[in-house]
T-cell receptor, first 113, second 115 residues
Framework: GDSVTQMEGPVTLSEEAFLTINCTYT??????LFWYVQYPGEGLQLLLK?????DKGSNKGFEATYRKETTSFHLEKGSVQVSDSAVYFC????????????FGTGTSLTVIP | EPEVTQTPSHQVTQMGQEVILRCVPI?????FYWYRQILGQKVEFLVS????????KSEIFDDQFSVERPDGSNFTLKIRSTKLEDSAMYFC?????????????FGPGTRLTVL
């Protein structure tokens, strides 16, 4: 079945450091891929998305490229800020059925000044 | 921008009591979902709902759970007899028909605490 494997945390970085959170997936179909962010005490917010191979999703300085050959969708940001401290979830949805999302376990990021 | 809303934001209940969690999906969306997130764990799919019936459910969604769209705007999740292990954050989501990315829009969640 479909699944997402996400780099375990927690991750602690200094402000302006480079961020990578690894995400790989297994899918029987051709999935759409997403990164969601959950700030403390809040719900899930869509951060970025990509629907086909080599698509790059980007938002708020974050980027992720849909790599079919490595079944990966790693999240990157060149220079993190304290306000980026949150839990990040990688997720996939089957593009044909779209009937449920499969989430990774989440990676907690803390950025220190 | 349209958004999914959920009430209450926090529900505290005694074990064995019934709870109803409420969601108002985005108005032109036709697919509705419930997920839950036990503290420190991943978000898990519970159920999907389309055309007034359940289209898919997970193993978690047993006979103690039910969903309903009572009035064309609300989408509810009922837990008949709550257990301690039902304590979690419950997220409602909705999706438009023909959504390009099958993107689901999530509500802010209801934190359920069972004592």
């Amino acid at each position: 079945g479909d699944s997402v494997t996400q780099m375990e945390g927690p991750v602690t970085l200094s402000e302006e450091a480079f961020l990578t959170i690894n995400c790989t997936y297994t899918a029987t179909g051709y999935p759409s891929l997403f990164w969601y962010v959950q700030y403390p005490g809040e719900g899930l917010q869509l951060l970025l998305k990509a629907t086909k191979a080599d698509d790059k999703g980007s938002n708020k300085g974050f980027e992720a490229t849909y790599r079919k050959e490595t079944t990966s969708f790693h999240l990157e940001k060149g220079s993190v800020q304290v306000s980026d401290s949150a839990v990040y979830f990688c997720a996939l949805s089957d593009r044909d059925t779209g009937n449920q999302f499969y989430f990774g376990t989440g990676t907690s990021l803390t950025v220190i000044p | 921008e349209p958004e999914v809303t959920q009430t209450p934001s926090h529900q505290v209940t005694q074990m064995g009591q019934e709870v109803i969690l409420r969601c108002v999906p985005i108005s032109n969306h036709l697919y509705f979902y419930w997920y839950r997130q036990i503290l420190g764990q991943k978000v898990e799919f519970l159920v999907s709902f389309y055309n007034n019936e359940i289209s898919e459910k997970s193993e978690i969604f047993d006979d103690q759970f039910s969903v309903e769209r009572p009035d064309g705007s609300n989408f509810t999740l009922k837990i008949r007899s709550t257990k301690l292990e039902d304590s979690a954050m419950y997220f409602c989501a909705s999706r438009a028909q023909g959504a390009v990315y099958n993107e689901q829009f999530f509500g802010p969640g209801t934190r359920l605490t069972v004592l």
